[in-house]
């Protein structure tokens, strides 16, 4: 588990405090999967064709193949989907393809935890710093994902540590009717915040979180990885390739933003500057 720096283990000041509330920015919420760490590739991508593996299925999936799979939200669904569509001639026990799908994700779920207890699922680069920079600075934490929540638990604490208690709400897939792309799951965090969308951004990796969270009305800054490289990122106020480290910068699809990271002066900037999208109701 990797430490925060020294000066990022304490709470926020009072200084600090008094210049947020200056400030449109009032909190952020981060997506988990590909966003807070590489976790498709580095985990449940792994962590699917162990299974498949263990168990002599006759599949492999490739990274092309996953990226595909990935335009379905929800590792469950995502399953359901293949066994239906892409397997479909294929035996499953009793012919029930719900029950052997929900048999393979729950295999799937604790050979990923395994993963994540292992260090083998990296937080992206820029992640833990702008966390604990937001921390001490006042704004308030949240996460919004389509992830299991055990997954998000095993991932936060491996991870982050006592930062993970940062978090004031973490909200899954299980707590709304519709994943991602509806903007159920980012209302529902607006709601258990207390904040209006206009004072929050959302940080997402893929075309899917990104509309999920313009229809909640949130400005949302993408950081693509290898899977999400190609999607379309219309109407998100930034895209980066990550959110950098001072020896490693990050780079803006926009040539004309020369910042090296991602940090909360520049979400304050593109927070005042990025007018708010339309919500949709």
Not at 92 to 111: I, M, Q, T, Y
Not at 167 to 187: L, M, N
Not at 210 to 224: H, M, Y
Request: aromatic share 6%; with cysteine; charged share 20%.
């Amino acid at each position: 588990m990797a430490a925060l720096p020294q000066n990022h283990q304490h709470s926020a000041t009072t200084t600090q405090q008094q210049e947020v509330a200056g400030n449109k920015l009032q909190a952020i919420i981060f997506d988990v999967d590909g966003t807070l760490a590489d976790t498709e590739q580095c985990g449940h991508l792994v962590a699917y064709n162990h299974v498949f593996n263990s168990l002599d299925l006759p599949w492999r999936w490739d990274n092309d193949e996953y990226r595909q799979l990935l335009k379905i939200t929800g590792g469950g669904e995502r399953l359901r989907h293949y066994l239906q569509n892409e397997q479909a001639c294929y035996s499953v026990p009793n012919d029930d393809r719900e029950a052997f799908a929900a048999d393979l994700h729950g295999r799937k779920n604790s050979h990923y935890q395994q993963l994540v207890r292992e260090n083998l699922v990296p937080l992206r680069p820029g992640v833990q710093r702008l966390i604990a920079e937001a921390h001490n600075a006042g704004i308030r934490l949240a996460i919004a994902t389509a992830s299991h929540p055990q997954n998000v638990a095993s991932l936060l604490q491996q991870t982050l540590g006592d930062a993970s208690q940062w978090f004031e709400v973490i909200a899954g897939g299980e707590q709304v009717k519709a994943k991602k792309p509806a903007p159920d799951i980012y209302r529902y965090v607006l709601e258990k915040l207390g904040l209006e969308a206009d004072n929050v951004i959302a940080i997402e990796d893929s075309e899917q979180g990104l509309q999920s969270a313009l229809r909640a009305g949130l400005r949302t800054l993408v950081t693509s990885n290898f899977f999400t490289d190609e999607h379309d990122f219309s109407g998100a106020m930034a895209v980066v390739d990550h959110l950098g480290e001072p020896d490693q910068p990050c780079h803006f699809r926009d040539t004309r933003n020369s910042s090296r990271m991602v940090d909360l002066a520049v979400l304050q900037q593109l927070t005042n500057s990025e007018p708010a999208p339309q919500l949709v109701h």
